[in-house]
Nanobody, 121 residues
Framework: QVQLVESGGDLVQAGGSLRLSCAAS????????ANWYRQAPGKQREWVAD???????SYRDSVKGRFTISRDNAKNTVYLQMNSLKPEDTAVYYC???????????????WGQGTQVTVSS
């Protein structure tokens, strides 16, 4: 069994910064692509950023230049550095990753439980 646990969410003023972490634990052989998504109240969940197993990154337009996704493969952890935060960034942020199971080398998709980010104006 694999678990993804996000942390780092908080209440911050506009213009501030936060660093989210997503730690994977369990029977992990490796982690392929990892993503951050977010869901604001009353809105659908939306994709925010992606990092591949090779370290290539991509971002939704509204966060380009402000957010940076990264990963530490040795720690099975994915990060999202968020700078110049805006009130519209307020949402629950979720980590998602495709994990190669160490028991049978199967590929499975996992989600974390989410961490709340609130940006005040």
């Amino acid at each position: 069994q694999v678990q993804l646990v996000e942390s780092g969410g908080d209440l911050v003023q506009a213009g501030g910064s936060l660093r989210l972490s997503c730690a994977a634990s369990g029977s992990i052989f490796s982690i392929n692509d990892a993503n951050w998504y977010r869901q604001a109240p009353g809105k659908q969940r939306e994709w925010v950023a992606d990092v591949t197993s090779f370290g290539s990154t991509s971002y939704r337009d509204s966060v380009k230049g402000r957010f940076t996704i990264s990963r530490d493969n040795a720690k099975n952890t994915v990060y999202l550095q968020m700078n110049s935060l805006k009130p519209e960034d307020t949402a629950v942020y979720y980590c998602n990753a495709e994990v190669i199971d160490g028991r049978d080398y199967s590929r499975r998709d996992y989600w974390g439980q989410g961490t709340q980010v609130t940006v005040s104006s």
